[in-house]
């Protein structure tokens, strides 16, 4: 079934009109791909992606979230395959209770199987465990000739390094199988320090190393330095969870989700209210504080709260993450100010270490620092997104695809220097030029 509707990424920007098509089995997403039009066809997960990358204007969007099912768990050796709309939160409730757990998970559990793979996501523990496609052991992909291929790493390294990371522009993942981690507990071990100063938070998060260790710092920009809470977090042990849930160590225990409390942007945006939001673990807080939480409640905090996205009102909202090489501290330094500098606020602010570079050749990370910023859609912010391209781009580094919607076709090249291979495969597999997006309009992917 197809009904013209608008559609927006997570940031609630800019809307374009394209025919949703809903319910398909592989037939019907092979018919769609047989007769698409000049605009084409795009698989859309659940829209997590913040900017125009699960959009296709004027052209058909394949809706994928209702092909929800797991159709092999091997408990013993650790392996699921599941159908490509199946969210990280379904496949974390089948396998955290049997001691298995997704070794890469990105910072919301509604994500699909399908956004993951074409995003290559990364985690909080990217240095130790590399994206998602380091996982992945092969999919199945609609491509536009109408045939289904089993892709895997070695029989298929182009087409499968091409579509980890290619956002949805070689074709259809219907179907993958991955590769899980053991788990001994579902509950981890938080801690968390208030660390003022950039080059502090730069050690303290390098310092994180371990297995199964994860990382992250929150950035507050609403005083005159900078500030953060470094949280770091590693596999907790049954001894250390809380007495009621020894019994059953594994029980995968997600907080229940709150209404996002209406929150007008002027309020939003008062340095006092970002000061408030960012300093929640600040203000009056020790230093240092040591907690065991339940897995959900580290990896997916934002998912507590149904909806966030619409607190930035009805203009929406841009996320901009970068990441530059680990030597560009200035470059961070430089953007930070930029940032702080912003008139319309900058409530949320994320700083990450990432490893060494995936295969995938759209893959956005590489060894270096991530940020990742939350600003609410104003016209002042074109200026702003420049100057921290042109300023990522010098140092280096790329802008993540699946959080952008500003980026010019000029920076994308410069920051991604095996487009042209990707453009290459995709030729190859789709001479017609089936597979689009409004990303890849914008970006002449
Ligand atoms: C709160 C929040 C936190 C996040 N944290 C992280 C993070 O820590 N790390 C990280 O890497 N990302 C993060 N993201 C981004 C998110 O993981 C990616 O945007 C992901 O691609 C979204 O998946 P989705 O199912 O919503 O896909 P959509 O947003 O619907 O689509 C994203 C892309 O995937 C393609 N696609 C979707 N399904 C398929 C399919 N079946 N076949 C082919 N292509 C497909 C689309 O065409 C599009 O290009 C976060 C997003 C949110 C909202």
Redesign the pocket.
Known sequence: MTTVKPLT??GRGVPTYARILTGADDAMLAAAVHDAGARGV?????????GD??QNSGGVV?D??H?TRILHFDEADGVIRAE??V?MDALLRTVVPRGWCLPV????A???????????????NHRQSG??GGHVIAFD?LTADGQVREVCPAAAPETFWA?LG?????????RATLRLARLRTAWATVLQRRIAGLDALLTGLDAAQGPGEHSVARIDLSGHRVRGVLSHARPAASADIPPRYRAEPLAYVAPRPLPCPPLPGALLMRPATLAAANGVLRAGAPLVTSRVLPLPAFF?P??RLVS??RVYGRHGFVQHQFVVPPSAVDALGTALKLLAAEPGGVPLVVL?RLGPRDAGLLS?PMDGWTL?ADMPASPSLAPLLGRLDDLVARAGGRV????DSCLSARHMAQMYPRLPEFQEIRRTLDPQGVFR?D?ARRLSL
Request: net charge positive; no cysteine.
């Open positions: 990424g997570w795009l698989a859309r997960g659940a829209g997590r992606a913040y990358a699960a394949a994928m979230t092909r490509a709309g969210t998970v990105p910072g919301s509604h994500v699909t199987v399908g956004g993951a793979i074409a995003s290559d996501i990364h985690g909080k994206g998602f992909l579509t290619g956002m949805g522009l070689t074709g259809i993942v219907l997916f934002l998912d966030w996205n990450k956005f990742a993540y695809l699946a959080k997006s990303l």
